[in-house]
Structures are given as structure tokens and as C-alpha cells.
């Protein structure tokens, strides 16, 4: 079973489908779906995240995309949205990165782009 992303005229992903395997019945099945939905379609791989197969097998377009996000061409990698502005895109795995480390304490934290910092969460 494949996963196909229909990508909009902004690079933007619309959707995501289960459909027949690459080459399966000697169809092109991303150019067959494309075609069919009038849209920009793209292999990817449920199973991918920042380039790697969880699994061991091919990993497709860096990471499994969901609604909203981008394909870029060049990259030819699925990634979201930035979330901050002082986050950056690691190259090799299309995933964002804040510019420092998350603590690894056991405890919980969110980022707070005011102060360029994690926050610990204190739940009272």
C-alpha cells in the first residue's frame, strides 16, 4: 500500500491518500492519480520521518505529510510550516530546529519565542 499527496498550486498539501503501490499493474500511479485529480501528485511514505524509513525501507520526500504542508521542488521534500521564527530547517532531514536544545530532564517544556528559550510547564 502507497500514500499519495495532492499538492495545490502554493506548494501547499491539500490532502493525502492511500492508493496502489509504485509501478504496480505497469502504472505510473503518482502521474495516474495527478491526472486524475487535476493536481500536483507526490509519493510519500507513511512510515518517514526526517529522511529515515522507521521500518528500514525507502523513505519518500524526507517526511509523511499531512494537510497544509509544504513540497519544495528543489528539495523535493515534504515539511511543515515554520513554528517559530528563530527555528531553522536542517537541511538533511526537512525537520525545524530551535536554536536551543529542548532540556532533557524528564520534564515538560514549551518553547517561548519571546525569550528564545525553552519554558518549563508547572502544572499546580
Request: proline share 6%; aromatic share 14%; glycine share 8%.
Amino acid at each position: 500500500m502507497a500514500h499519495y499527496a495532492f499538492i495545490n498550486e502554493n506548494n501547499r498539501v491539500t490532502y493525502v491518500i492511500v492508493g496502489k503501490e509504485e509501478n504496480q499493474d505497469s502504472i505510473d500511479w503518482e502521474q495516474h492519480y495527478g491526472e486524475v485529480i487535476k493536481m500536483k501528485c507526490k509519493r510519500c511514505s507513511y512510515n518517514t520521518i526526517g529522511g529515515i524509513h522507521k521500518d528500514g525501507g525507502t523513505p519518500f520526500r524526507k517526511n509523511y505529510p499531512g494537510e497544509g504542508y509544504i513540497y519544495d521542488e528543489q528539495r523535493d521534500a515534504f515539511y511543515p510550516e515554520q513554528p517559530f521564527l528563530s527555528w531553522t530547517l536542517n537541511e538533511d532531514t526537512c525537520l525545524w530546529e530551535p536554536p536551543i536544545e529542548k532540556p532533557n530532564d524528564g520534564k515538560k517544556y514549551r518553547w517561548n519565542e519571546s525569550i528564545i528559550n525553552w519554558e518549563e510547564i508547572i502544572i499546580e
